[in-house]
């Protein structure tokens, strides 16, 4: 089941990255490049409803997975665990937020896109005691989780959690993961940037979801290419995604 969850994530991203090609080439029919649109996509295509429904058990699988190894812990060193535990309580956050909002689209409930919603949830915080500080403590974890996602992509960290690869394979995999996660981390760390001068500034609307973030890549000095480079980095991290749901270690937890 979570070799199946680490596929729908892969399809996931491949559509968002597919979306955001089209964005930056002027194609976008006016689709969100974010989860609400990467779901219409596959909503519109003829058996679009059963693959939702395997996208949602598969996010569900990941997000039981994720709880699992946060509860039960994994096979690591001792000095690791409460990290490794607390990385995997968020992930299964993540995963749940992912099964909920699959599940609602297949009973009709598309909600707003993430833009949207990341406006309206800065300005409902910032309108509570002290919800300021707590979204500027969020963009901020956005921005660090950001780094550390660019960092083990350089160092290719990300190698130790695959086995059983041969050595085509990993020729294969390891550029694939580099840059899938070199774009993943690029795009949370923007994320954390706009919900972070959204605090400072204390205007919530200059809060950007996945879609507007990535959007903003193609204001960079090196304008529509900069998107197109991390759109492509989206969709190089979901064939990565195909590749660990072959080699990804999934171990019993005890």
């Known amino acids: 089941m979570s070799r199946v969850g680490l596929v729908a994530r892969g399809l996931l991203y491949l559509l968002i990255g597919w979306l955001a090609l089209q964005v930056a080439f002027g194609d976008g029919g006016g689709k969100e490049a974010d989860r609400k649109g990467a779901l219409q996509a596959v909503a519109e295509k003829p058996g679009g409803p059963a693959v939702l429904v395997l996208m949602a058990v598969g996010f569900a699988a990941l997000a039981l997975w994720q709880v699992a190894e946060a509860l039960y812990g ?3 060193p001792d000095g690791h665990k409460a990290t490794k535990r607390l990385g995997s309580a968020a992930r299964a956050v993540v995963y749940t937020v992912g099964f909920a909002a699959t599940l609602g689209f297949l009973f009709g409930h598309t ?3 993430s833009d949207q919603q990341s406006k309206t949830y800065t300005a409902r915080a910032m309108g509570e005691p002290g919800g300021r500080w707590l979204v500027l403590a969020i963009g901020i974890g956005f921005v660090v989780w950001g780094v550390v996602v ?3 992509a350089v160092r290719r960290e990300f190698l130790k959690e695959l086995t059983g690869m041969g050595r085509a394979a990993r020729h294969v995999v390891q550029p694939l993961g580099v840059a899938g996660n070199l ?23 200059k809060a950007q979801g996945l879609d507007g973030t990535l959007r903003e890549f193609a204001s960079t000095p090196a304008g529509v290419w900069g998107l197109v480079a991390v759109a492509a980095g989206v969709l190089l991290f979901g064939l990565y995604s195909f590749c660990e749901a072959r080699w990804r270690k999934v171990e019993a937890v005890s």
């Open 74 to 76: 994994r096979p690591i």
């Open 150 to 152: 660019v960092v083990h």
């Open 183 to 205: 774009a993943r981390g690029l795009v949370g760390s923007g994320v954390g940037v706009f919900l972070a001068y959204a605090a400072i500034s204390f205007e919530p609307d």
């Open 111 to 113: 909600g707003s896109s």
